[in-house]
């Protein structure tokens, strides 16, 4: 995975990059290799070892579903999003879209701090 700054930024990246992965889903079947590069040609380097229990855990939440398709003369296991993956991504674009916003506001949004009670104490 990308390191930026001598940081491993890899549990901020994963949520992006299960969502880059399902919107690649939702266009056309996509297969490991075939991710693994599409992720890097963004900057991310992903691993088999990473990518394969990502695609297993969307799929048994029901985002993907895959079926063993044969390419080239082998055998290979491919990904497609399902209606609930495509809900998914389709709300993942607004709050996406809204974070996006936030995070290039030249000066951010207050955080609403908690009420005191009139002992002043945070309710």
Same mark, same amino acid.
């Given at each position: 995975?990308?390191?930026?700054? +001598?940081?491993?930024?890899?549990?901020?990246?994963?949520?992006?990059?299960?969502?880059?992965?399902?919107?690649?889903? =939702?266009?056309?079947?996509?297969?490991?290799?075939?991710?693994?590069?599409?992720?890097?040609?963004?900057?991310?380097?992903?691993?088999? +070892?990473?990518?394969?229990?990502?695609?297993?855990?969307?799929?048994?939440?029901?985002? =993907?579903?895959?079926?063993?398709?044969?390419?080239? +003369?082998?055998?290979?296991? =491919?990904?497609?999003?399902? %209606?609930?993956?495509?809900? %998914?991504?389709? %709300?993942?674009?607004? *709050? =996406?879209?809204?974070?996006?916003?936030?995070?290039?506001?030249?000066?951010?949004? *207050?955080?609403?701090?908690?009420?005191?009670?009139?002992?002043?104490?945070?309710?």
């Amino acid at each position: 995975m990308a390191d930026v700054n +001598g940081l491993d930024e890899k549990d901020l990246y994963a949520g992006l990059i299960k969502l880059h992965i399902l919107y690649h889903a =939702v266009h056309e079947p996509i297969f490991g290799l075939g991710i693994i590069e599409e992720l890097a040609r963004h900057g991310y380097r992903i691993s088999a +070892g990473t990518l394969y229990p990502m695609l297993h855990g969307m799929e048994r939440r029901g985002y =993907v579903q895959s079926r063993d398709e044969s390419m080239d +003369g082998r055998r290979r296991r =491919v990904y497609t999003a399902t %209606a609930l993956g495509k809900r %998914a991504l389709t %709300a993942a674009k607004l *709050k =996406v879209s809204e974070l996006f916003g936030e995070l290039f506001e030249e000066e951010p949004t *207050k955080i609403p701090r908690p009420k005191e009670n009139r002992h002043g104490r945070r309710k």
